[in-house]
């Protein structure tokens, strides 16, 4: 059977086209308008088609052979939250938003999936984003279901929920479930990382692990405009110190043997992409910030696979 093709934009580190990846598909293009991503796609997957271009610029006109693919998907840059709403960085992330549904008509996907924060699901602040949506799939002759995923319940270790859009032609439409979750017990922060904070010999390795006992908060790549390299905003921070782990900067190697076995370690930007499943072989270009921002904005790919699982079997149908 041949791999059914897809078109990734704002592809970012690649999480959710490695998803894809695993789940079967092959993509004819991978695009994003930052240097350091594209190098990070080209690092990892030589033979993939990456575009270093702006959402907003892109015209597939001038690429044929992103034309009839069987998937557009798109992991974007998250809306803010009604309290930021009127920034004009959340207007931009609204354009892309509707940049990539609308280049439907010139794609002609089979199925979209497009991936982003949990309230534009069903959050009043969305409607009308949502009702634009509707507008345009409609008329495209398209069907679609909005739901929220978590993906601690794909075995990835983080407490990341993410709201989904997928949309299908209609002759493929009720075939499609959405994606249940793959593991029974969630995989703590402990089982994930153990093996890496022992790597350099710490003394403090097991015991740290044994309290790590819970899922990560979620990871949280935050502007390119300002501020450096943390884990998350304040209560992500106070959870991360209940692990042991000083939420407020990223360390550039795991403890050694010389290093206290009491108090808050950092992680390596290393970890944090562990945290989000990326395999341990994935590279990421640029230094340590510009590292860990891919990584936090990154979709992790387990929840990719779930999903392109879920539209294969219906495409396939």
Known sequence: MNKLRFVDVCAGAG????GLEAAGFEPALLLDRKQ?????LRLNRPAWNVLETDLLDFDPSE???TYDVDLLSAGLPRVKSSATVARAETEEELRLLEAAVLLAPSIQPRALIIENVPGLVDSPKFEGVREFIRKELEHLDYRFR???????DFGVPQDRKQGVLVALKKQYFDAFEPPVPTV??????GTVLGRSMAARGWPGADAWAAQAISVAPTLVGGSDNRGGADLGPTGSKKAWERMRVNGGALGNDVPGPGDPVSGLIKLTAAQTALLQSF???WQFAGKKTARYRQIGHASPPPVGTALG???AAALNS
């Open 15 to 18: 999480g959710l086209a490695l």
């Open 36 to 40: 350091v991503a594209c190098e990070t």
């Open 63 to 65: 690429h044929q052979h």
């Open 146 to 152: 909005w739901f929220v995923l978590n993906a601690a």
């Open 184 to 189: 029974a017990q969630h995989v703590t922060v």
């Open 279 to 281: 395999p341990e072989d």
């Open 309 to 311: 699982l879920a539209v």
